[in-house]
């Protein structure tokens, strides 16, 4: 009787050796005596094309009349509040205050209010107008289609 020994490395790369081998048959599988050719693929519409699709657009917040001069209006759920703080300029800022997290929830008096602690910032470049934050809100994209406010 003789005994055959396998090496290790031998035995971890059989898995490795077998699997690239079906790999290979694979791609070669023969279906009603002929070789299956690849589909070629649709062209792409040139831009601009009758039947091309538009790109999305972005989405709606609302409208600009919505949003009082001088004031603001928070997003809760896209976390943004856009404030015009003169008649047809639109600026938006991020909705999470940068002292502690908590969300803003009122544009009041020229100012965006967090009411966790009190801090306030200002709705032309919310900037800081009361602590305990000492950072300004991050500027949000926004986007004036026609009177819609887009989220960018």
């Not at 519409?45 to 989405?59: D, E, H, M, N, S």
């Not at 919310?126 to 406010?149: C, N, Y």
Request: hydrophobic share 45%.
């Amino acid at each position: 009787m003789t005994s055959r020994t396998t090496s290790r490395r031998a035995i971890l790369a059989a898995p490795a050796f077998f699997a690239g081998v079906a790999a290979a048959t694979s791609a070669c599988q023969v279906y009603g005596g002929e070789a299956a050719a690849p589909e070629p693929a649709a062209p792409e519409p040139a831009a601009g094309a009758a039947g091309a699709a538009a790109p999305a657009a972005a989405p709606a917040l609302g409208k600009l009349a919505d949003i009082p001069v001088g004031g603001g209006r928070v997003f809760a759920a896209q976390k943004v509040v856009v404030t015009q703080p003169q008649a047809g300029v639109v600026k938006a800022f991020s909705a999470v205050c940068t002292h502690q997290g908590c969300a803003v929830t009122e544009v009041a008096g020229g100012t965006i209010k967090c009411p966790c602690h009190g801090s306030a910032f200002r709705v032309a470049d919310g900037s800081v107008a009361a602590g305990p934050a000492t950072r300004p809100l991050p500027a949000a994209k926004v986007t004036l289609d026609g009177d819609t406010i887009r989220l960018n």
